[in-house]
């Protein structure tokens, strides 16, 4: 076997399509798959299979497109369709790009983001062992609608569209997927020899294979698995690909050391990051930027972004962290608790019915239930420190900027506005009074209110 890794290789995604059919101002390839957007996943894969350069062509809102990728990988480049016609002519609007160098040239889609490293590796594989023009199809039970690829003596001979199709070649299962890979000393030659003489008068990719045969070319056909192709012009195709993607990477935890009773219902984002015994309850969303560290729990409903679970906390359920919450090892985040922009320390409880923002929880204190450090008076955000060991009792309001010293204590109900030393207890309510009857002449009042107003 050659070894292609040796090879140098351009990846070309072609990212100009309108996509009316998504009903949005959005330019397709930038809807989201787990928040990324669908180009970008097609060039992480790019990258991850030896690419070293990566040539994107753009078309309707270019800008748009260019920002995205150059944001997402600095080294690519962008390349203007700057009218549609054909898959032929997108390609080489990159012409400047295929004639750098390089020994191999991957044709991809900035709408067919499931296609994993190793198909791409297979097909550059195949250019290795001396194919000038390979193209990935898939075996499908339903062939409608597809091209079907003609293939003679493990060669290539044509890519047969079905209107086109005979009786007998309609009645092949092995079907076009459009991504194809070419050795880069023959490309520029086939593809300007392609022709637009059709009704719709463009120029397209599949007439590579024809046309390299007819110049005495080695065209081969990889067969690659049917969800790796899919591509997306509708809504309904964006949600199917968003499913087979999470279904992946939630098998690809599993598989790393993650416990998952309900898989089906846990949402991941692309960037989150679960390490070993980590142990997911059902119907949880993991939103951007998200790592949980060795042995934390995350309890069913919890809504997680922007945050840092350590290891052995637990957090939830009906749990909310926001972005820039950082759990301390063997902390405990608990129900109908929102973090926001806080350090919480090691050991430290957070167990129920609390808001933290713009804090820092020192490891083993206790926030009771109802506790809201008030930090934002309407044009600023202020800072609220609890020091390790302090407890905070049961709906005690913490008016920012405020610290509460180590083994400080506040007294249920209090709102607490002065710093609290270290080992105090604060103390801040209005003196009880107990009004004798007072109870029943507020009844009788409300009860003649009420019949009154039924008059």
């Known amino acids: 076997m050659v070894d292609s ?13 309108e996509g009316k059919r ?23 894969t790019a990258k991850s299979a030896g690419a070293n350069d990566i040539a994107v062509v753009v078309g309707n809102q270019a800008e748009l497109v260019s920002q995205s990728v150059q944001n997402h990988h600095q080294q690519t480049t962008t390349h203007l369709q700057e009218r549609r016609s054909g898959t032929a002519h997108a ?27 190793e198909t791409i590796m297979a097909a550059r594989q195949s250019l290795a062992e001396g194919a000038d023009i390979v193209v ?29 199709a005979s009786e007998d070649e309609r009645k092949i299962t092995l079907c076009n997927s459009g991504i194809m890979a ?40 990889v067969e690659v698995p049917e969800e790796e192709t899919l591509g997306v012009n509708d809504r309904v195709q964006l949600a199917q690909v968003e499913a087979i993607w999470q279904d992946r990477q939630r098998k690809k935890f599993m598989r790393s050391g993650v416990a998952m009773s ?24 993991f939103a951007a ?3 949980v560290k060795q042995g934390a729990t995350i309890r069913a409903f919890s809504h997680l972004e922007g945050a840092s679970v350590g290891r052995g906390a637990i957090v939830g359920p009906y749990a909310r962290l926001r972005p820039g919450a950082v759990i301390g090892n063997g902390s405990k985040i608990g129900n109908f608790v929102e973090i926001k922009a806080s350090n919480i320390g090691d050991g430290a409880k957070v167990n129920h019915l609390s808001y933290v923002g713009d804090s820092e929880v020192g490891a083993k204190a206790n926030v009771g239930a109802g506790v809201v450090t008030c930090n934002y008076d309407g044009f600023n955000k202020h800072k609220t420190i609890i ?22 204590n506040t007294a249920a109900g209090s709102v607490i506005t002065k710093d609290v030393p270290a080992d105090s207890l604060a103390i801040e309510r209005n003196k009880q009074a107990n009004l004798s009857g007072k109870a029943k002449s507020l009844r009788k009042r409300y009860a003649d209110q009420k019949a009154a107003s039924k008059k």
């Open 91 to 117: 390609v080489l609007a990159a012409r400047d790009a295929v004639q750098s160098g390089h020994d191999d040239v991957v044709v991809l889609y900035g709408d067919v983001p499931l296609m994993k490293t």
């Open 5 to 17: 890794s040796n090879r140098t290789c351009l990846t070309i995604i072609l990212a100009a399509g």
């Open 136 to 164: 990935l199809g898939f075996e499908t039970q339903t062939p409608t609608g597809y091209g079907r690829l003609i293939v003679e003596n493990d060669q290539l001979t044509a890519i047969r569209e079905e209107k086109d």
């Open 262 to 285: 309900a898989p089906q219902t846990i949402c991941l984002h692309h960037d989150t990051l679960l390490e070993r015994d980590v142990v997911l309850e059902p119907n949880i969303v």
């Open 22 to 44: 998504m009903a949005s101002d959005m330019p397709k390839v930038l809807h989201p798959v787990a928040g990324l957007p669908m180009v970008c996943h097609v060039l992480d």
């Open 182 to 221: 070419f050795g880069a000393r023959h490309m520029l030659s086939v593809l300007d020899a392609i022709s637009n003489d059709n009704a719709q008068g463009e120029y397209y990719l599949t007439d590579a294979v024809e046309v390299g045969r007819s110049q005495g070319l080695n065209v081969v056909a």
């Open 387 to 408: 020091g390790s060991g302090a407890f905070i009792g049961t709906n005690s309001s913490l008016v920012a900027p405020v610290e509460i010293g180590e083994n400080a």
């Open 289 to 291: 930027g998200v790592q």
